[in-house]
């Protein structure tokens, strides 16, 4: 045994790799110290009150916006890739009804390329194709899924309708309202990129080895569904649950927080100010409110936000609103985290094309803190 066999090292390198940049990108930019967040050198407040999701989609995978002919186009090919290859909901079928639809997407997903003759394909042409037609069957999946466990079978997508109708419509089996569909439209506009978060970074970590597309997205979705990334937004709405009457919150939250406990939807890696997607799921979630004649999530969510700060300091984040509209337009707690993949599929797959373009393998290094020159026993002389 050496001096250094049992050494112990304290790690300086930066821990979950906070303010170090990995590469460069142009897909968005997250502006911490101001609050601001850009898709493609647009900012989001006038992608939110101007855009489409469609129209943000384009942008992501193309770097400008679409003209008229261009946007019409990518819809097409959007509605003519709706429909899912029926064995995938055959499989969808054989899958336990209580497995969290996070998961059956991220299965589904996986499955699909096998229904793809070009996967194995990297090529931009090739895999543009690829996103267009992932992004048209993520809602495609997530409904179908929904409606299985529920015993109902599947709607079949409506081509013409744009994918936040499309959507509604396949979960719920009717149209919804206009005001429904612009809001989740706008929601899916909020969370289509926000830099190298996990999920995209796992994606572009998987695509820099020249997988495919598919396995750098069924690895998105699983780094997604952690309740740190984007399982927080099911949580908040289990938080206010189960606080259940805004007059429990305070001591509920001051108990919470003496115990160490987290609570979801607020904090953020990157924003020290307010997240700007919050701003505009604030306003809905008191829109819907309002609409549905019942304030009291929006009323608990405001209450919550207040408390947060005063004790902690801590702004809400994009899953602390996107909870209470969500719950108030009637969608299942657990859908929340694959509604975020629903509309996170465009960045994702705008980081894989741009990974592909210009790729490098991303190996990083680990601060080794661990001993050295251990003396090895026999294993019947330890
Ligand atoms: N509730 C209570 N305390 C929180 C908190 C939260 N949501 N978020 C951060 N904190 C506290 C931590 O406990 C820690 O306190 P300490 O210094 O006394 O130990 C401090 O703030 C720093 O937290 P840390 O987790 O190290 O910050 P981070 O920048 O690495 O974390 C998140 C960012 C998002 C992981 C973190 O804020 C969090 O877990 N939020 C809840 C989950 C969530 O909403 N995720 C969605 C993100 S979009």
Redo the contacts with the bound molecule.
Sequence with gaps: MTDKANESHTATAAT?L?GVVVGASTVSDVVGDKGELIYQGYNIHELAKSSTFEEVAFLLWNKCLPRRSELDELKRAIGEAYAVPKPIIDLLRQIPREADPIDVLRTAVSALEFYDPEARNISREVSLKASIKLTAQFPTLVAAADRIRRGLDPVEPLPDENIATNFLYMLKGEKPSEYDAHVFDVCLVLHADHELNASTFTARVVAGTLANIYASVTAAIGALSG???GG?NTNVMKTLLEIGDIKNLESFIKQA?AA?R????????VYRTEDPRATHLRQFSKEMGERAGDTKWYEMSRKLEEV?MRE?G?YP???FFSASTYYVMGIPLDLYTPIFAISRITGWTAHILEQYADNKLIRPRAEYVGPRNLRYFAIDKR
């Design positions: 979950g906070r309740p740190l990334h927080a927080l160490k987290k609570i979801m939807g607020f904090g953020h890696a947060m902690k801590l984040n994009v899953d």
